[in-house]
């Protein structure tokens, strides 16, 4: 509207300027004729003069319409090229007034509004929230922007508007301000900023997400520069220097790796090393050391690193970024683990020479006894045999001890004992060695122990013999051993018993006593070859007590004897009678009863009958499983029970087994009798129907009471 306006004004001064130049030509043109010819001959030709001047002042004004015309029209397609450019450019565009007011705007301004026309835009109450994100009002933060435009002529900054679904948009405003017509305005250019930010939430979450794990990496991650300076870091590298800021990282890192190396002498070469690595992974693009000079902050040991290191493009600039794994725990693992490799190594030596040994006086006394021409000296070589055997035996049930205990298949029976009992029986197996030795053996039991305890007595038992034979063993002749027990508390009718097996004997050293309790070691290894063992008892009786609720130590002095002391916990016996177990002698009598014993070994069938003969009891022989079933199938009932073996030909005694419980004939006693006796075969055999087991070697006692269990007798 204003630019129209403006051209009419032109206009009207240039149709004034044309005329007042025809009347001056004409004036003039008349001034000279009449000053020439005489006012008649003036009048005559007046009419002509008027006809040139008319024409003089029609030409100009021609003229001037023209080129009036000609200015409208570049004029006017000046503003439409202008408007065409302005409403094509891709940036939103408004312009205010000096009030603040909208006058125009663009149709990307529209576009980006949601708005229909620019009456609609210009109408709006509000094109911003009540505050903006940095919590300032945008009423106030806005107008003194527009302020701050008018008086510096440009400003930008960050801006929320609201848009008419009530969602918002983040853009950038750029304030310019412009005269216009001749009077200040304020161009306020508005770039869209949705899809900035989505990219920059985008990328900031994955660099979060970076960080998290970099930092949460249990491996300390550096980065280093060319003077091998420190970077940048992560969290598990803070916490492995001990420090709790990056900013205390990159101010005292020298001075506490410093203060870090173990060793002061070790202090340059560290640091020599440290330059070395980094140069070369600068040089060579990779590089890679183990150090194992620090001390970790976090526990205040002596720590092994291995480092990896990568040359790498870091906020523009060329770094090195390493990898350093602590590997303290699996190197002490290695050192550890080849240790136990050296002691089975010599273990399986000692035992060799366990095994060996008793095998050599077995075959020798057995083959002396053989030629042997009289009595006496076959009873002495068979005295010898058994002698022996009870060390072989006890050597085969020590590794099968320390063999279920590194399974987890080591177990506790519970059971009724007499506390006494127990101890004694053990101590009277040490009489005869004491006596040797001429040694003193004292037997202290504390009379508030209650009589009966329920607990395993053959494993306190174990432990007590364990202890009293190294005590003999390394007590000289004419030496003081002493046992004792005493009650520690009793709560709720739980035990806490104490034991104690002291002597004057050699003693352990401090560094020895460290390895006592190890599985497969000794004190030392001239030990082993001065008095033999398998260096498993302590570790098996450790196990033990641990498993009782108890403990195990040792106070001892080189040359001045050892004391070795454990606890164990059982119940108060409800019932504390006296065991009846020896008031009356078990009969042992079956006459009348007819077993069938499923054996492949002609030897072990041999030891069997030998033992339930004198019992009055009828013995058939199968040499397997299938014969077994055949037999019995053919006669069922002609036996009282069935002692099964299970490795033997054909099919063993688990098949066997399950065959003759599959026919139905569940009422015969199928007794396992087998060299399998951990706790899984024992199961496997009862789930097999199977009655009970029976572990070989065999002891009497455990066949009798399997015996008394399950046979029936002739009454008559």
Same mark, same amino acid.
């Given at each position: 509207?204003?630019?129209?306006?403006?051209?009419?004004?032109?206009?009207?001064?240039?149709? &004034? #300027?044309?005329i007042?130049?025809? *009347?001056?030509?004409?004036?003039?043109?008349?001034?000279?004729?009449?000053?020439?010819?005489?006012i008649?001959?003036?009048?005559?030709h007046?009419?002509?003069?008027?006809?040139?001047?008319?024409?003089a002042?029609?030409?100009?004004?021609?003229? #001037?319409?023209?080129?009036?015309?000609?200015?409208?029209e570049?004029?006017?397609?000046?503003?439409?090229?202008?408007?065409?450019i302005?409403?094509?450019?891709?940036?939103?565009?408004?312009?205010?007034?000096?009030?603040?007011?909208?006058v125009?705007?663009? $149709?990307?301004?529209?576009?980006?509004?949601?708005?229909?026309?620019?009456?609609?835009?210009?109408?709006?109450?509000?094109?911003?929230?009540?505050?903006?994100?940095? &919590?300032?009002?945008?009423?106030?933060?806005?107008i003194?922007?527009?302020e701050?435009?008018?008086?510096?002529?440009?400003?930008?900054?960050?801006?929320?508007?609201?848009?008419p679904? &009530?969602?918002?948009?983040?853009?950038?405003?750029?304030?310019?301000?412009?005269?216009?017509?001749?009077?200040?305005h304020?161009?306020?250019?508005?770039r869209?900023?949705?899809?900035?930010?989505?990219?920059?939430?985008?990328?900031?979450?994955?660099?979060?997400?970076? +960080?998290?794990?970099?930092?949460?990496?249990?491996i300390?991650? +550096?980065?280093w520069?060319?003077?091998?300076?420190?970077?940048?870091?992560?969290?598990?590298?803070?916490d492995?220097?001990?420090?709790?800021?990056?900013?205390?990282?990159?101010?005292?890192?020298?001075?506490?790796?410093?203060?870090?190396v173990?060793?002061?002498?070790?202090?340059?070469?560290?640091?020599?090393?440290?330059?070395?690595?980094?140069?070369?992974?600068?040089?060579?693009g990779?590089?890679?050391?183990?150090l194992?000079?620090?001390?970790?902050?976090?526990?205040?040991?002596? $720590?092994?690193?291995?480092?990896?290191g990568?040359?790498?493009?870091?906020?523009? =600039?060329?770094?090195?970024?390493?990898?350093?794994?602590?590997?303290?725990?699996?190197?002490?693992?290695?050192?550890?683990a080849?240790?136990?490799?050296?002691?089975?190594?010599?273990?399986?030596?000692n035992?060799?020479?366990e095994?060996?040994?008793?095998?050599?006086?077995?075959?020798?006394?057995?083959?002396?006894?053989?030629?042997?021409?009289?009595? $006496?000296?076959a009873?002495?070589?068979?005295?010898?045999?058994?002698?022996a055997s009870?060390?072989l035996?006890?050597?085969?049930?020590?590794?099968?001890?320390?063999?279920k205990?590194?399974?987890g298949?080591?177990?506790?029976s519970?059971?009724r004992?007499?506390?006494?009992?127990? #101890?004694?029986?053990?101590?009277?197996?040490?009489?005869?060695?004491?006596?040797?030795?001429?040694?003193?053996?004292?037997v202290?039991?504390?009379?508030?122990?209650?009589?009966?305890?329920?607990?395993?007595?053959?494993?306190?038992?174990?432990?007590?013999?364990?202890?009293?034979?190294?005590?003999?063993?390394f007590?000289?002749?004419?030496?003081?051993?002493?046992?004792?027990?005493?009650?520690?508390?009793?709560?709720?009718g739980?035990c806490?018993?104490?034991?104690?097996?002291?002597?004057?004997?050699?003693?352990?050293?401090a560094?020895q006593?460290?390895l #006592?309790?190890?599985?497969?070691?000794?004190?030392?290894?001239?030990?082993?070859?001065?008095?033999?063992g398998?260096?498993?008892?302590l570790?098996?009786?450790?196990?033990?007590?641990?498993?009782?609720?108890?403990?195990?130590?040792v106070?001892? =002095?080189?040359?001045k004897?050892?004391?070795? *002391?454990?606890?164990?916990?059982?119940?108060?016996?409800?019932?504390?009678?006296?065991?009846?177990?020896?008031?009356?002698?078990?009969?042992?009598?079956?006459?009348g009863?007819?077993?069938?014993?499923?054996?492949?070994?002609?030897?072990?069938? =041999?030891?069997?009958?030998?033992?339930?003969?004198?019992?009055?009891? +009828?013995?058939?022989?199968?040499?397997? &499983?299938?014969?077994?079933v055949?037999?019995?199938?053919?006669?069922?009932?002609?036996?009282?029970?069935?002692?099964?073996?299970?490795h033997m030909?054909?099919?063993?005694?688990? =098949?066997?087994t399950?065959?003759?419980?599959?026919?139905?004939?569940?009422?015969?006693?199928?007794?396992?009798?087998?060299?399998?006796?951990?706790?899984?075969?024992v199961?496997?055999?009862?789930?097999?129907?199977?009655?009970?087991?029976?572990?070989?070697?065999?002891?009497?006692?455990?066949?009798?009471?399997?015996?008394?269990?399950?046979?029936?007798?002739?009454?008559?």
């Open positions: 509207m204003k630019s129209f306006n403006n051209l009419r004004f032109h206009i009207k001064i240039n149709i &004034g #300027l044309s007042l130049l025809g *009347v001056v030509l004409a004036g003039t043109y008349l001034l000279m004729h009449l000053m020439r010819t005489g008649i001959e003036s009048i005559a007046l009419m002509l003069y008027k006809m040139i001047a008319l024409a002042v029609f030409m100009t004004a021609m003229y #001037l319409i023209y080129r009036i015309g000609r200015n409208l570049e004029k006017t397609l000046s503003e439409e090229r202008f408007r065409s302005y409403d094509k450019i891709p940036m939103a565009i408004y312009i205010l007034d000096s009030n603040f007011n909208i125009d705007c663009n $149709a990307e301004t529209l576009r980006l509004f949601c708005m229909e026309s620019f009456e609609e835009f210009k109408n709006i109450n509000t094109q911003s929230p009540g505050r903006q994100r940095d &919590g300032s009002k945008s009423r106030d933060a806005g003194e922007k527009y701050q435009a008018f008086k510096e002529g440009f400003v930008q900054y960050d801006w929320v508007k609201s848009l679904d &009530g969602s918002s948009l983040p853009c950038q405003l750029t304030v310019v301000r412009a005269d216009l017509h001749h009077s200040p304020l161009l306020v250019f508005v869209d900023m949705r899809e900035y930010y989505k990219k920059y939430e985008t990328e900031r979450d994955a660099y979060d997400h970076q +960080q998290i794990m970099i930092n949460a990496a249990p300390l991650i +550096q980065y520069g060319r003077n091998s300076h420190a970077i940048d870091c992560n969290q598990t590298t803070l492995f220097y001990g420090y709790s800021t990056k900013k205390e990282y990159f101010e005292g890192l020298v001075d506490k790796v410093t203060s870090m173990s060793e002061a002498s070790a202090t340059l070469e560290y640091f020599d090393a440290w330059t070395r690595f980094i140069n070369e992974a600068f040089t060579l990779h590089s890679n050391v183990s194992n000079f620090l001390v970790d902050s976090r526990t205040g040991r002596p $720590a092994k690193l291995e480092i990896n990568v040359l790498v493009e870091y906020k523009g =600039e060329l770094s090195v970024v390493t990898f350093a794994t602590d590997v303290t725990e699996l190197y002490d693992a290695n050192v550890r080849e240790a136990a490799a050296r002691a089975k190594s010599a273990f399986l030596a035992m060799s020479h095994i060996r040994t008793p095998l050599n006086a077995i075959i020798g006394m057995t083959g002396i006894g053989k030629a042997a021409s009289d009595l $006496a000296r009873a002495y070589c068979f005295e010898k045999v058994e002698e009870d060390h035996l006890g050597v085969v049930n020590d590794v099968l001890d320390i063999s205990i590194e399974s298949k080591f177990e506790i519970m059971a004992f007499v506390f006494e009992d127990m #101890l004694r029986k053990v101590v009277d197996i040490f009489i005869i060695n004491t006596g040797k030795k001429n040694q003193t053996l004292n202290s039991i504390d009379s508030a122990i209650p009589k009966a305890l329920i607990g395993d007595d053959q494993r306190i038992s174990q432990v007590v013999a364990n202890l009293l034979s190294n005590a003999v063993k007590t000289p002749k004419d030496g003081v051993i002493s046992i004792e027990a005493r009650l520690l508390r009793e709560e709720d739980l806490t018993v104490q034991i104690e097996v002291r002597d004057n004997g050699l003693g352990i050293t560094g006593q460290s #006592l309790f190890n599985p497969f070691q000794q004190a030392e290894s001239s030990t082993t070859r001065k008095f033999g398998t260096g498993l008892g570790a098996i009786s450790k196990n033990v007590v641990t498993m009782m609720g108890g403990d195990m130590s106070e001892s =002095e080189a040359g004897g050892s004391t070795f *002391v454990f606890t164990i916990q059982t119940k108060r016996a409800e019932d504390e009678h006296e065991n009846t177990s020896e008031d009356a002698l078990p009969d042992l009598n079956f006459e009863c007819r077993i069938l014993l499923a054996e492949d070994i002609e030897i072990n069938r =041999e030891i069997v009958e030998n033992i339930l003969t004198p019992l009055s009891i +009828q013995l058939d022989f199968a040499e397997n &499983g299938a014969e077994a055949r037999m019995y199938t053919a006669a069922p009932d002609a036996y009282s029970m069935i002692l099964m073996d299970i030909p054909e099919m063993d005694g688990y =098949e066997a399950r065959t003759i419980r599959a026919l139905g004939l569940n009422a015969i006693p199928i007794i396992a009798m087998t060299a399998n006796v951990f706790r899984e075969d199961e496997k055999c009862l789930e097999a129907g199977m009655d009970a087991h029976i572990g070989k070697p065999l002891d009497l006692s455990d066949v009798v009471k399997v015996l008394q269990t399950y046979l029936k007798r002739d009454e008559n």
